[in-house]
């Protein structure tokens, strides 16, 4: 509001930057800020200021005074003036923590394009496979160590360590997911089909049990998750989802062990699986998220 009225009024009376600064003794970049946001006049300055805009420092503030003939003390003015200062402050960290969301997300969609390149480009499927994988896990340590920029989670926060712990998990299962396709794609190892199909239920089995412990204490955020269109727009249903992964995840271990044994169509079960795990709270979480955007209860 200050600054506003700063640039108004200030043209009411015909007054440029430069000439104004003058009047008060400043230099024109002083005003300037004023009228950007960037800073607020001290007190004395104020009142001069609306001494030379021929104003009352009230109207100039945008505050109402409980005596509208009454001007606001200093004291008043002071507290008036640290208030404006503190949203200066909160407005700048904003700005700061934006710009440094947005560079991090940039590494990260650069690594994640790398990624993709080495894949695309490279010939060598053991050099493709570990250039694509370090691109990857380069990406993951990024977020991993701004977990609380991207968040807003502080690091005190309990719920820190359930977005460490998934992320951790993930570093380690794609590590272990580059080392085990380089060996294989080198022949250095070498798996029967059925060994192949035995590491692949572990595999998913391990993402499972994992992912269902974590999911639930997961706080609201766009980067971790069950990330769907849905999801990443509202922290209710971001958590009603995780909450049913979790309740989910379990039961469909023994399900999927038990068919994939038992089930010659190893594939299609492991597809199966996979489409209910992600499925079931995806439509549940959408049907709320439809129902709440649309004002009815669930």
Not at 63 to 68: L, S
Not at 93 to 98: E, L
């Amino acid at each position: 509001m200050l600054q506003h009225n700063i640039r108004k009024y200030r043209k009411e009376k015909g007054f440029s930057q430069e000439e104004l600064a003058v009047r008060l003794h400043v230099v024109r970049q002083t005003i300037s800020k004023w009228e950007k946001g960037q800073s607020v006049p001290d007190a004395a300055v104020l009142i001069d200021l609306a001494g030379v805009l021929e104003l009352p420092v009230s109207k100039l503030l945008g505050i109402e005074t409980a005596d509208r003939q009454t001007e606001p003390d200093i004291h008043m003015l002071t507290e008036e003036l640290a208030r404006l200062n503190e949203q200066l402050a909160e407005k700048s960290r904003q700005v700061r923590i934006g710009k440094q969301v947005d560079e991090k997300r940039g590494f990260l969609l650069f690594c994640s394009f790398l990624s993709m390149l080495a894949t695309l480009v490279i010939k060598n499927t053991v050099v493709s496979i570990v250039l694509s994988g370090i691109c990857l896990l380069a990406a993951i340590l990024i977020l991993y160590r701004n977990l609380a920029l991207f968040t807003s989670v502080t690091t005190d926060d309990l719920r820190m360590r359930s977005l460490r712990a998934i992320t951790m998990f993930n570093i380690f299962t794609i590590t272990a997911a580059i080392a085990i396709a380089a060996l294989t794609a080198a022949d250095i190892v070498s798996f029967s089909e059925q060994e192949e199909k035995l590491y692949g239920m572990l595999v998913l089995c391990c993402i499972m049990i994992v992912t269902g412990m974590i999911a639930p204490g997961l706080p609201f955020t766009r980067y971790t998750g069950l990330r769907l269109p849905w999801t990443i727009r509202d922290p209710e249903t971001f958590h009603l989802a995780h909450r049913i992964l979790g309740c989910l995840s379990l039961p469909l271990v023994f399900l999927y062990v038990a068919c994939a044994l038992t089930i010659p169509y190893f594939e299609k079960v492991t597809l199966t699986v996979i489409l209910l795990w992600i499925g079931i709270p995806g439509a549940l979480s959408y049907l709320f998220f439809w129902k709440k955007m649309h004002g009815r209860h669930f």
